[in-house]
């Protein structure tokens, strides 16, 4: 019958109602009327305090103590209700003693001691000035009629008696005290995690209050009758501030900024309503005898109001139109980046309560920035739209669809396993498969989709969507067009980031050493030079690959420090070994496309060669052939090296983007055939174009380098090919310097 907070509701209305026929059945025995009150107080007192103490025992920080004190509150309420009880039954006599009267004071003070102790905690992130307002009108509305309809009359009808009339305002005091303070929590439950619960409370303390002082006018008025209406008041009240202890949860008081519209809405035009109140209040205590000078103020003072309330109305309008902009993307209308944050925090919270799972699907579209850059970015944002219409109408209404920028998209999918995210992305994957048509243009767009799921990839949004972002790339690099996150590629990040991190720290750390391989004459056996190779020796990771750190170096910009250590180390070195009479060798060094864009690669690297005293002749930069899609610029940073008097050389020659123009055009010494080209020197086909290589080199006057010589076989079919120069593990695996001259 407890088990939700409907049906708390539901049955504390029941009970209330049973006990009040229940007293009017009795109407006529006064002391019967007076039993049945007194005795459903106490039992409904008992099973407060039962509640309140569980909420105690199960909240486990500071807010554990608002709750004692509460318990405690309810305990001497029952304990003054007891007294009467035993009054009633032993005295035979109906009147409420005094005894119980002060125990119910103390009862109070607890009560008001417990709400301002929970405000304290509640009460820590939120901006309440704009309530501060409302709660001081509305208090200033209470006390003027409580002053008016209660005090006076207190003072007028208990004259002769200090302690009596001290006793009676102190009981007026304390209740309007609490009204102010549930006043206050109110307008911050509003913002809490905890507004359930504190609902309950507040309305409890809210019906106390109403019931003490109307009961305090009957008394006045020589109104109340025992065992009454007021009496059922309290019982509700009661069993509504226990309740909420039955609801209570173990978590503290959080923030979640999702207002409570309802009440925000109403909240604006409370002060209205009781500028209205006090008017026809004052009308009626004068009688309604009005003159021109009242009626004059009336009519302005609702002319005011008027007006006041059409400029909030523009004023809201207004304020929704801004909260609908900062939720919602301009171009697709989708919500927005911080909508996706804000709702998913809310969509964990409740799944986690629930037990339920969450699914994530990150999506962007293949290629995008290509149809950017060909069509314009008016063709592009229209793409955009149409995506999105596409996804709002095909996905479920389940379904929540985010754009967070650029081409990358976020479907929420609240409850769905694994099985229903595979149906959404290939959903979405279908809905692609038509063409896009712009105007005159017809464009295929295909999407890469990321998935991650709470909670077992993840336990906050942070989580999910790095994850999901991870596994979209995975699935953008293997074409597999959607992709789940696994373990296996949780494994990859953590070492990723690992990686980018110690990174950071190498070069200080003097982790980084270089490898040398020679370079040899084929025909003669001589060392002509060194390929100076870079080694990452981590004391945890152990020795690191280029092949896995160089990627993260390049995409996060640090291979710009890390060539540039390359380069220097390498300039140092070789200049002590030519100082010990090996003046006619050269070393390379390999260059990456980011540090070649940098505006004063030239200049770094005359002031290297300054600093370390290398002759620049020495010296040779290997760059790879994806470095050569934009030659304009490429020329120039080649030109600038070559009158460095530094060499060049087109490393893994044959696999990339090299042609007959660009070595024509680009000033190159060098170039080195691809390892994968020579591995399989002995096929007809292969040789063919290993000779072809060869052969261009030589006419336009280049040096030929082959990599990766590993068997004899090779060597002597280089050599009869008309190959000079090549390196590999045939003549030395790279090793450190030391190494190569010992």
Known sequence: MWSTKRNAIVSIFVIALLVYGCILLFKDNEFIRS???IVALIIAGLASFIWLNKAYRVTMDKQRFFWLILSIGVLFYIASNAIWLFTVIIHRSIAYPEASFYVWLIA?????????????????????????????????????????YLINPILVTFENSTFVTATALLYIVISISILFVISILFHLSLF?????VMVFIVSGFFLQVVADNYYAYLVITDGYQQAGFVDVIWLIALLMIGVSGKFTKTNTVELDWKIINYFQNKESMFPYVIIISLILLVSYSYEWDFNALSIGLIVVFLMVIVRQLVVMGKNKKLASEYMYLAYHDSLTGLKNRTAFINELIHIMHKAKIAEHPVALLMMDLDRFKDINDTLGHHIGDCVLKEAAIRLKKNLNNNAKVYRI??????????????TDCIDAANTILDMFHQPFFIGYHEISVTPSIGISMYPTDGLDYQELLKYADAAMYVAKEKGDRYHLFDADLNI???????????????????????????????????MIG?????????????????????????????????????????????????????????????????????????????????????????????ITESIMQDTCDLLEVLKGIGELGVKTTIDDFGTGQSSLHILKELPVNTIKIDKSFIDHIENMRNMSIIKTMIDMGNNLNLEVVAKGIETEEQLKALVNLGCEYGQGYLFSKPEPITSQFE
């Open 35 to 37: 039993l049945i009150a």
């Open 108 to 148: 109070y003070v607890l009560f008001l001691i417990a709400l301002i102790y929970k405000i304290k905690f509640i009460n820590t992130s939120i901006s309440t000035s704009k309530y501060i307002f409302t709660i001081f009108v509305f208090m200033s509305f209470v006390i003027s009629i409580v002053v008016h």
């Open 192 to 196: 809490s995690k905890e507004r359930e």
């Open 405 to 418: 920028g650029g081409d990358e998209f976020v479907i929420v999918l609240p409850g769905s396993s694994k």
């Open 492 to 526: 990859s990040i953590t070492r990723k980031m690992t990686i980018e991190v110690e990174l950071r720290k190498a070069i200080d750390k003097n982790q980084f050493v270089l490898f040398y391989q020679p370079k040899i004459n084929l025909n003669t056996g001589a």
């Open 530 to 622: 060194f390929e100076a190779l870079l080694r990452w020796n981590h004391p945890q990771l152990g020795s690191v690959s280029p092949e896995e750190f160089i990627p993260i170096a390049e995409e996060t910009g640090q291979i710009n420090t890390i060539g540039e250590w390359v380069i220097r180390t390498a300039c140092i070195e070789n200049k002590d070994w030519q100082d010990k009479d090996f003046s006619d060798l050269s070393v390379s060094v390999n260059v990456y496309a980011k540090q070649f864009e940098q505006g004063n690669f030239v200049a770094k690297l005359e002031s290297i060669l300054k600093e370390t005293g290398f002759s620049a002749q020495f010296l040779e930069l290997e």
